[in-house]
């Protein structure tokens, strides 16, 4: 077996990762620095190889067995996962290199882990600490002998909700030089037999063809996606297609699973059909009518699947409120949920919210009122407060919840002690009241950092909710102006019914604006525009006394074109019948512009104001000051739309395939951020990716299947829809990719490219050759010695990197 083009190791033998809950006896009142701490002490750095012979399914140190790993596409072992307890993590691998002759060679170790690496049983690198972001990187010398050459890594972490448990290894150079082998080779032979199948094979359409005949026991299942974690066991639909040289894909059921078995395990890839991604309309005339299907889709769930087996059942039960409509076991339920909100999990703030909704409209006899006052005395509803967990206190939902919760729950036992806050009731209150009254006064100033996110704009407005309906007329004013502003920016970026926008934070759902937890509420805006289940959030809504502005409607429809900011960000958007184009500016050029500052490097600063939590945020979760070169989160950059379906953008990928589970991922959000620059019908950006980030290529979403007709033209792909026109130039050559999606994308394998996209209607263009044209006198010219991209009209681009050390942690 070859290393990859990039030179990485690709086949190794697994054993892991071992998972055990964690804790250390020390605190802090600020979880990063918590975290940090944690990470610095977790891992342990053996200075002798471990001696076990290797062999498959035979135990590792680890006392788990030793497995093949496939992952389609990815140049890492990943085994990331989201952790909402701190838990210690490790991992074991190996593989064998291979030469001709003695060699010294370069190479580089890339992870977010700690790190020990032998080579022979001779101890080659070590990662001292693991990191949040961006990964490490060092090089290394590999001193290998003529023949076989054994590798063993160890990985360490500490799991605090989305961790990075992977590692690669990149030959730099003499790669042709190398081959690769595992341990227990005969064993593994069947494993990569099967890889080797399942990378061959292609989809075209709603069919799967395979290099050969599928092997006996090949499985397709059919995955429902259903949101309700009772449900996940029966979630996959699986048909035995041993033997067949094609399967045509049945319809109507967009994700697959391809199975493979070996030796009693299984080898799976996943496909993405496109066509089968459709929007889904209630079809109902009036908001009242949308809102009660509405709500009894909510209540069908019985709880929302949150992974690990976990499931938040709350907002279900608020919406089976609403309908009458309460199971047997809901009562059992909501038990469990106090239990989930006593452990301290990531999130138990969503549950809180939910609970001080559910008293406050519900009447409760009195072994619940006991056992909810006993949880909410208990809680820790902030970072001072006595307690180590891995809940998140600082995004901007979850900062408002913890605030307003607190509040609330202050007011609920004016005079009982909260044993961690070490407060009473009326001073939880007090305090925490002015913290609820500092997020409202920051979002009027500066807006949503959050701006436009596909999901957590949902969980902001549940928040925002609660306060509301459950303050003094002050808040509940400044609140209602605030969640107004929500939904004026949403129907601002709403084209053909689906919101088209950057984002602050996203998934891989920006794929597909109309199925993205934001449409659920551009759905209750709107009925007429597609519907979204948007986590069953809405369940809030059945008992609030917000209003909504019905008046925002028609803004929904209208032309606009316009700048305006929101947080650090500055957007532009330029929405005509036809076609949208949004983006935010990288680097901000108004004048006018002044960043809020952060302020958490800062000793002398107040670590429970407002200001100080946001600062943590734009660490963790990413800046909206864009600007060229900066390491980027989950922020959505631009868009360019002919229909909510057929969605046009560049990112750099934070991993090397769509398998991959990262923050920033495939599909949405960027390793590093570009120079962007928007004006009229364009949008012109520059990638120009360092050597310190292991992905080397970005890549074009191009979905060919949602055009009416398209075309690739030299450097330019163009295509139509309806009376919309839309063209992206790239630099450098274009390579056509599929992985999870088939004839969608494609990949400029250089560090640094330039993209010019351009939009045009019926009323300028007749047909696509004539917008062909237009697109041709930008005549777009990128120089990569001075880093600039000229047009023949008054767009022109200059990248510059920046520094900006609140994204490292």
């Not at 030793?66 to 085994?79: A, C, R």
């Not at 532009?572 to 983006?583: D, M």
């Amino acid at each position: 077996m070859k290393l990859n083009k990039e030179g990485f190791i690709t086949h190794y033998l697994i054993s892991g990762p071992k998972e055990i809950p964690y804790t250390a006896p020390i605190t802090d009142i600020n979880q990063l620095r918590y975290e940090k701490k944690l990470r610095s002490i977790i891992a342990e750095h053996p200075a002798e190889c471990p001696t076990e012979e290797i062999k498959l399914e035979a135990d590792s140190e680890l006392k788990l067995p030793w497995e093949y790993y496939f992952s389609y596409g990815n140049w890492f072992v990943d085994k990331s996962s989201f952790y909402s307890n701190l838990t210690k993590v490790e991992l074991v691998a190996a593989v064998n290199l291979n030469v001709s002759e003695d060699m010294v060679v370069e190479a580089c170790l890339w992870s977010y882990a700690a790190i020990d690496l032998w080579i022979n049983k001779v101890k080659a690198v070590v990662l001292e600490e693991p990191v949040y972001k961006p990964i490490a990187r060092k090089k290394f010398t590999m001193n290998l002998k003529k023949g076989e050459n054994s590798i063993y890594i160890k990985l360490q972490n500490l799991g605090v909700r989305d961790t990075r448990n992977l590692f690669g290894i990149q030959i730099l150079k003499a790669q042709s030089d190398i081959t690769v082998t595992l341990p227990d080779s005969e064993a593994v032979k069947p494993f990569i037999v099967a890889s080797e199948w399942l990378s061959g094979v292609i989809l075209k359409g709603r069919i799967l063809q395979f290099p050969t005949n599928a092997p006996v026991g090949t499985r397709i299942g059919y995955d429902s996606k259903s949101p309700d974690v009772t449900l996940s066991s029966e979630r996959v639909q699986w048909v035995d297609i041993s033997g067949k040289s094609e399967v045509e894909l049945e319809k109507n059921r967009p994700f697959v699973l391809l199975s493979v078995p070996v030796r009693g395990k299984e080898l799976r890839r996943k496909f993405e059909i496109l066509e089968e991604m459709k929007p889904v309309y209630l079809n109902k005339d009036t908001v009242e009518e949308n809102l009660q299907e509405v709500y009894e889709r909510i209540s069908d769930v019985v709880k929302l699947d949150r992974g690990e087996n976990i499931g938040f059942s709350l907002m279900n039960i608020l919406a089976r409120i609403k309908v009458n409509r309460l199971r047997m076991d809901d009562i059992d339920n909501i038990y469990e949920t106090l239990d989930q909100i006593e452990s301290r999990m990531d999130c138990a703030d969503f549950m809180v919210c939910a609970l001080i909704r559910y008293i406050k409209t519900n009447a409760l006899d009195d072994k619940m009122k006991k056992r909810i006052k006993e949880v909410l005395l208990n809680f820790r509803y902030w970072m001072d407060q006595d307690g180590a967990d891995a809940m998140c206190f600082w995004s901007e939902n979850h900062s408002l919840m913890f605030y307003v919760s607190a509040m609330q729950a202050g007011e609920l036992y004016p005079d009982e002690f909260f044993v961690r806050a070490h407060k009473t009731g009326r001073q939880l209150q007090e305090s925490s009241r002015k913290k609820v009254l500092e997020w409202l006064a920051d979002m009027e100033e500066h807006g949503f950092e959050e701006f436009l996110s596909g999901i957590y704009m949902c969980i902001t407005f549940i928040a925002l909710l609660n306060t509301i309906d459950f303050s003094e007329e002050e808040i509940t004013e400044q609140a209602t102006k605030i969640t107004d502003r929500l939904f004026y920016m949403i129907s601002l970026h709403t084209f053909q019914g689906s919101v088209i926008a950057p984002q602050g934070r996203v998934y891989r759902d920006v794929l597909y604006p109309f199925q993205q937890g934001l449409q659920a509420l551009v759905n209750m805006l709107n009925p007429h525009n597609p519907y979204s289940y948007g986590e069953g959030w809405l369940g809030f809504y059945a008992t609030s006394k917000y209003r909504l502005p019905l008046e925002y409607v028609s803004l929904m429809e209208q032309q606009v074109s316009t700048c305006y900011t929101s947080g650090n960000a500055m957007i532009c958007l330029n929405k005509t019948r036809h076609y949208v184009l949004t983006s935010v500016q990288s680097p901000c050029e108004d004048t006018a512009f002044i960043r809020w500052e952060n302020n958490s490097f800062d000793e002398k600063s107040d670590v429970n104001s407002h200001a100080y939590i946001q600062s943590l945020n734009e660490r963790f979760h990413g800046t909206t000051c864009f600007e060229p070169g900066v390491y980027g989160y989950q922020q959505h950059l631009w868009s360019a739309a002919l229909a909510p379906d057929t969605i046009v953008f560049v990112n750099h990928p934070g991993g090397p395939c769509d398998e991959s589970s990262m923050r920033p991922g495939y599909w949405f959000g960027n390793g590093v951020m570009p120079a962007i620059k928007q004006i009229g019908q364009a949008i012109a950006s520059i990638y120009c990716i360092p050597e310190e980030h292991p992905i080397d290529f970005t890549h074009i979403h191009f979905a060919k299947v949602r055009f009416e007709e398209w075309r690739e033209c030299g450097p330019w792909l163009i295509g139509k829809k309806g009376g919309g026109y839309v063209g992206i130039w790239a630099s450098r050559e274009k390579e056509a990719y599929n992985d999870q999606l088939s004839e969608a994308e494609y990949r400029i394998y250089s560090r640094t490219a330039a993209y010019l996209c351009v939009c045009s209607d019926a009323a300028e263009c007749d047909t696509l050759d004539d917008f062909l044209v237009f697109c041709l006198s930008y005549e777009p010219v990128f120089s990569e010695d001075t880093l600039s991209l000229h047009t023949s009209k008054a767009l022109h681009l200059i990248y510059k990197r920046a520094d900006d050390r609140t994204q490292v942690i």
